[in-house]
């Protein structure tokens, strides 16, 4: 019997990583084994443990997990070369006879997997000028003249993604065409495959990213960070730019107050839960869980099983 793509999406701090080490167990003791190919952005990254909640080799429980630690931080994270990679990887599985179980909360990372998805290629000098007319007027200039040429972009963007806003602009440029017709269809998945969506409270979610945060200075973000600042973590494009590692650079060079840059990743990471929230309830035919339902397991392996 055959199971079909398993995604567990949601946003951060719903404990994504839990379920699919309990779905990965659940299948196995159904004889079906299962291994787990990681869709966090921020957990491609060597070294950067800590502030990604990335989980140590030695709580995985000794199911094999994918696309984790592949880049250096000073490499750039690219979806289009992650779908590759990914899709690659659930083929590999598929040939072996096991079951991928795709688990992240990056929403375009998931899509690009589990949908038609082409990307526009990219040229590098009009990409140069984008990102030397953002330094020199700013994302909210950009991200009105994207407003103008593709309005639904912009609003799925937003202003603090000044990547993506360049990123858009390009593609239109490139393209001539509104940067939202290149987004997934996510209407009709690539392949069979069920998405296990887990959901909480907003206050109790809340709750639960500002301790995520505080655990992470308290565990040794700053120290984590800096041992990355000599393999060029300052330089990296993305791998800098990433909630709590941003704020622990800043207040390493004493432009934040500890509590300053705690507060600021606990918003920033409040932010970003509310954008995955209206990502993923996008997709159609997901089924939503509640993230600390004692039944959560057997739900979720019930799902697996019935759309084999």
């Known amino acids: 019997m055959t199971l079909p793509l398993l995604a567990v999406v949601g946003a951060t701090g719903t404990g994504k990583s839990?379920?699919?080490?309990?779905?990965?167990?659940?299948?196995?003791?159904?004889?079906?084994?299962?291994?787990?190919?990681?869709?966090?952005?921020?957990?491609?990254?060597?070294?950067?443990?800590?502030?990604?909640?990335?989980?140590?080799?030695?709580?995985?429980?000794?199911?094999?997990?994918?696309?984790?630690?592949?880049?250096?931080?000073?490499?750039?994270?690219?979806?289009?070369?992650?779908?590759?990679?990914?899709?690659?990887?659930?083929?590999?599985?598929r040939t072996r006879g096991a079951t991928p179980i795709l688990v992240g909360g990056s929403g375009l990372y998931v899509s690009s997997v589990l949908y038609d998805f082409q990307f526009p290629g990219t040229d590098a000098a009009i990409r140069r000028r984008l990102e030397d007319e953002l330094a020199e007027s700013g994302p909210g200039m950009m991200?009105?003249?994207?407003?103008?040429?593709?309005?639904?972009?912009?609003?799925?963007?937003?202003?603090?993604?000044?990547?993506?806003?360049?990123?858009?602009?390009?593609?239109?440029?490139?393209?001539?065409?509104?940067f939202g017709s290149g987004l997934p269809d996510e209407r009709t998945p690539r392949e069979p495959t069920v998405v296990i969506g887990l959901t909480a409270p907003r206050e109790k979610l809340v709750a639960k990213l500002d301790e995520r945060i505080l655990s992470m200075w308290r565990n040794g973000l700053l120290d984590e960070v800096r041992g990355l600042i000599p393999l060029g973590i300052e330089g990296g494009v993305t791998a800098r730019r990433a909630i709590g590692y941003a704020q622990a650079i800043s207040q390493l060079r004493g432009e934040l107050s500890e509590s300053e840059a705690i507060d600021q990743a606990s918003a920033l990471t409040r932010r970003y839960a509310r954008r995955q929230v209206s990502w993923f309830r996008r997709y159609p035919n997901a089924h939503w869980l509640e993230y600390d339902d004692p039944g959560l397991r057997a739900q979720a392996l019930a799902l697996a099983l019935a759309h084999a």
């Open 143 to 178: 991200l009105r003249r994207l407003n103008e040429l593709d309005p639904g972009a912009a609003r799925a963007i937003g202003p603090h993604n000044a990547r993506r806003i360049v990123r858009a602009l390009e593609v239109i440029e490139l393209t001539g065409k509104p």
């Open 18 to 93: 839990a379920l699919s080490l309990d779905l990965a167990g659940a299948l196995a003791d159904q004889g079906h084994r299962a291994e787990v190919v990681n869709a966090d952005a921020m957990q491609l990254y060597r070294g950067m443990d800590i502030g990604t909640a990335k989980l140590p080799v030695d709580e995985r429980r000794g199911i094999p997990h994918h696309l984790l630690d592949i880049l250096d931080v000073t490499q750039e994270a690219s979806v289009a070369d992650y779908q590759e990679a990914a899709r690659d990887v659930i083929a590999g599985l």
